[in-house]
């Protein structure tokens, strides 16, 4: 038909065309429709895939890579990543000349045991962690990772000697200290054209990935072992999540709360801090903090330098730069040497009294006071000028323009007051709010959404509360939860022999006539639990527990 139109140029065929043009999107939309529909049909059961599904259809259409392709070329990006990490680090000397310096005065506490040498693995474990890994192929790689899983057993030998001779040596292959830098838009919604939105993250070789988790798992069992690791430090570790540093710091909150307690809470946010760590003072830490010497400090040193790196961008390579601060975002070993870099903040915050948690490089502090008290919070203001001391000092820069400051406590002179007088280095007093699931089944805003929700096999939002809280209060009694979240709950051990001295039950704490301590972690898990049919409370496995604990709060909500 567009032939015949442009052509002929008759009307004919200019009307035929549009119609059937038409015909074909409204059938390819049907198909979509339909196709989708069903999909949402047969994992009604599975919210974990609904919510990826809802994710996928709600994102932004525009694809970043055209947009990258369009306006920014490789060696822009790599300008860009390059200039941003010298210009932080630039400002940092500026504020504090003597930082090159001052990272040798703090005061480390002598770890008990050292680490002098990694140990080899054997044939077993390499195959074991090579089939387990995700087969991502990075560019630099030989042959596609899927492709070596699948020849494994021939060419095990090779690579378990590689591995081996780099911890024997404490040396790592210059091959495996290339990256590949991929442009990630920080949010979909941002302008993809400015590359300020941007973040690189480092793709290597696999067999790179391989050797760094082999060192990682004996590094950290070592850390876990001695006790070096920070409690209040969720990131990137075991049974640790955002979702538990938001319970251990919500259930504090509440329960200052309900003594009558205004709290300040201050969210803490650094800039680019992967990029900007010194190897120098990150060796020295490793050595003198954590007891790292011997092969394994020369393996962490080859490591280190005489990195470099290049970004790719729809088939095109910038030029190769060394990288010369800052551990690698997307490896396996950055997380935890970002950790051991970030070591001693928590003593200097403890020095001030001041609570607090991470999540890797997100810090929240917090401190309460009775309201004729409010002078106790210049204990926050005195610690965070330590905390900026002391990251200007380690080239760390922490972002005022992201930080963020909330009073909690009752609705009172005291909190108003504080709120207009308080000033914590520039730091301004926000607060923020908040939900759905409506945009799966199109529901109406006024409809009843209990009957959509059943149908989707979906908790109430009250029952789901009480899924999650139950859930990491198994976890916390079996040992799959952090230590901070344990500590919470105790078990109930009555003061002579009684019936119910091996029913299994928590101490619920006494709280006041205040609500807000009601809603606390620590006193909800123990009211719910003790109220649970003990053949949910005693559940062998994990999956066992989630499976009945659901099938009861299921038919709490819709029998």
């Given at each position: 038909?567009?032939?015949?139109?442009?052509?002929?140029?008759?009307?004919?065929?200019?009307?035929?065309?549009?119609?059937?043009?038409?015909?074909?999107?409204?059938?390819?939309?049907?198909?979509?429709s339909?196709?989708?529909?069903?999909?949402?049909?047969?994992?009604?059961?599975?919210?974990?895939?609904?919510?990826?599904?809802?994710?996928?259809?709600?994102?932004?259409?525009?694809s970043?890579?055209?947009?990258?392709?369009?306006?920014?070329?490789?060696?822009?990006?790599?300008?860009?990543?390059?200039?941003?990490?010298?210009?932080?680090?630039?400002?940092?000397?500026?504020?504090?000349?003597?930082?090159?310096?001052?990272?040798?005065?703090?005061?480390?506490?002598?770890?008990?045991?050292?680490?002098?040498?990694?140990?080899?693995?054997?044939?077993?474990?390499?195959?074991?962690?090579?089939?387990?890994?995700?087969?991502?192929?990075?560019?630099?790689?030989?042959?596609?990772?899927?492709?070596?899983?699948?020849?494994?057993?021939?060419?095990?030998?090779?690579?378990?000697?590689?591995?081996?001779?780099?911890?024997?040596?404490?040396?790592?292959?210059?091959?495996?200290?290339?990256?590949?830098?991929?442009?990630?838009?920080?949010?979909?919604?941002?302008?993809?054209?400015?590359?300020?939105?941007?973040r690189?993250?480092?793709?290597?070789?696999?067999?790179s990935?391989?050797?760094?988790?082999?060192?990682?798992?004996?590094?950290?069992?070592?850390?876990?072992?001695?006790?070096?690791?920070?409690?209040?430090?969720?990131?990137?570790?075991?049974?640790?999540?955002?979702?538990?540093?938001?319970?251990?710091?919500?259930?504090?909150?509440?329960?200052?709360?309900?003594?009558?307690?205004?709290?300040?809470?201050?969210?803490?946010?650094?800039?680019?801090?992967?990029?900007?760590?010194?190897?120098?003072?990150?060796?020295?830490?490793?050595?003198?903090?954590?007891?790292?010497?011997?092969?394994a400090?020369?393996?962490?040193?080859?490591?280190?330098?005489?990195?470099?790196?290049?970004?790719?961008v729809?088939?095109?390579?910038?030029?190769?730069?060394?990288?010369?601060?800052?551990?690698?975002?997307?490896s396996?070993?950055?997380?935890?040497?970002?950790?051991?870099?970030?070591?001693?903040?928590?003593?200097?915050?403890?020095?001030?009294?001041?609570?607090?948690?991470?999540?890797?490089?997100?810090t929240?502090?917090?401190?309460?006071?009775?309201?004729?008290?409010?002078?106790?919070?210049?204990?926050?203001?005195?610690c965070?000028?330590?905390?900026?001391?002391?990251?200007?000092?380690?080239?760390?820069?922490?972002?005022?323009?992201?930080?963020?400051?909330?009073?909690?406590?009752?609705?009172?002179?005291?909190?108003?007051?504080?709120?207009?007088?308080?000033?914590?280095?520039?730091?301004?007093?926000?607060?923020?709010?908040?939900?759905?699931?409506?945009?799966?089944?199109?529901?109406?805003?006024?409809?009843?959404?209990?009957?959509?929700?059943?149908?989707?096999?979906?908790?109430?939002?009250?029952?789901?509360?009480?899924?999650?809280?139950?859930?990491?209060?198994?976890?916390?009694?079996?040992?799959?939860?952090?230590?901070?979240?344990?500590?919470?709950?105790?078990?109930?051990?009555?003061?002579?022999?009684?019936?119910?001295?091996?029913?299994?039950?928590?101490?619920?704490?006494?709280?006041?006539?205040?609500?807000?301590?009601g809603?606390s972690?620590?006193?909800?898990?123990?009211?719910?639990?003790?109220?649970?049919?003990?053949?949910?409370?005693?559940?062998?496995?994990?999956?066992?527990?989630?499976?009945?604990?659901?099938?009861?709060?299921?038919?709490?909500?819709?029998?």
């Amino acid at each position: 038909m567009v032939r015949s139109w442009r052509k002929t140029k008759l009307e004919v065929f200019r009307i035929a065309w549009r119609e059937s043009n038409l015909s074909y999107r409204k059938a390819l939309k049907t198909a979509k429709s339909d196709y989708f529909s069903s999909l949402l049909e047969e994992n009604k059961h599975n919210p974990r895939y609904l919510f990826n599904t809802v994710a996928k259809l709600t994102k932004n259409k525009a694809s970043t890579s055209v947009d990258i392709s369009q306006h920014h070329s490789s060696n822009d990006f790599m300008n860009d990543f390059t200039s941003k990490v010298d210009t932080i680090r630039d400002k940092i000397v500026t504020i504090q000349p003597s930082a090159t310096v001052s990272h040798q005065t703090v005061h480390y506490r002598s770890p008990e045991e050292q680490f002098h040498s990694f140990s080899t693995i054997g044939e077993e474990e390499l195959y074991k962690l090579i089939k387990s890994s995700k087969p991502t192929t990075c560019m630099l790689d030989p042959i596609p990772s899927k492709l070596l899983k699948e020849v494994l057993p021939e060419v095990i030998d090779p690579l378990l000697t590689i591995i081996n001779s780099s911890l024997l040596l404490g040396y790592v292959p210059k091959t495996f200290k290339l990256a590949v830098i991929k442009p990630l838009i920080k949010k979909t919604q941002l302008d993809p054209k400015e590359l300020v939105n941007y973040r690189p993250i480092s793709n290597i070789p696999f067999l790179s990935k391989i050797l760094e988790k082999v060192v990682s798992s004996q590094l950290y069992s070592f850390l876990e072992k001695n006790g070096i690791c920070e409690d209040f430090q969720s990131g990137f570790r075991p049974y640790h999540s955002t979702e538990t540093a938001l319970l251990r710091v919500t259930n504090d909150l509440l329960l200052s709360s309900d003594r009558g307690c205004i709290s300040l809470l201050v969210l803490s946010d650094l800039s680019a801090a992967f990029d900007t760590i010194d190897h120098t003072i990150l060796l020295h830490r490793q050595e003198h903090f954590v007891g790292i010497n011997g092969s394994a400090l020369a393996w962490f040193k080859s490591y280190l330098y005489d990195r470099h790196q290049f970004v790719a961008v729809n088939e095109e390579v910038s030029y190769r730069s060394q990288v010369q601060y800052g551990v690698p975002q997307g490896s396996v070993l950055g997380p935890l040497l970002f950790k051991l870099y970030m070591l001693p903040l928590g003593n200097i915050i403890r020095k001030h009294g001041v609570s607090f948690h991470c999540y890797a490089d997100d810090t929240q502090l917090y401190i309460s006071s009775r309201p004729g008290e409010t002078y106790q919070f210049e204990k926050l203001t005195e610690c965070i000028v330590d905390i900026k001391n002391w990251m200007t000092s380690n080239f760390l820069l922490l972002n005022s323009e992201k930080t963020e400051v909330l009073i909690i406590g009752p609705k009172s002179s005291a909190c108003n007051t504080l709120e207009r007088c308080l000033s914590l280095d520039g730091c301004s007093v926000n607060s923020s709010s908040s939900a759905a699931a409506r945009v799966l089944t199109r529901t109406r805003k006024y409809d009843h959404i209990s009957p959509v929700l059943s149908t989707l096999h979906w908790l109430p939002i009250k029952h789901r509360i009480d899924f999650k809280i139950l859930l990491i209060t198994y976890k916390a009694l079996n040992g799959l939860a952090p230590q901070y979240l344990n500590e919470l709950l105790l078990h109930y051990s009555p003061p002579r022999p009684l019936r119910s001295q091996n029913s299994g039950n928590l101490i619920i704490p006494r709280i006041s006539k205040s609500t807000a301590g009601g809603r606390s972690f620590s006193y909800l898990a123990p009211k719910l639990w003790n109220n649970l049919p003990n053949i949910v409370r005693e559940a062998d496995t994990l999956l066992q527990f989630k499976s009945r604990l659901k099938t009861h709060l299921f038919n709490l909500a819709y029998t």
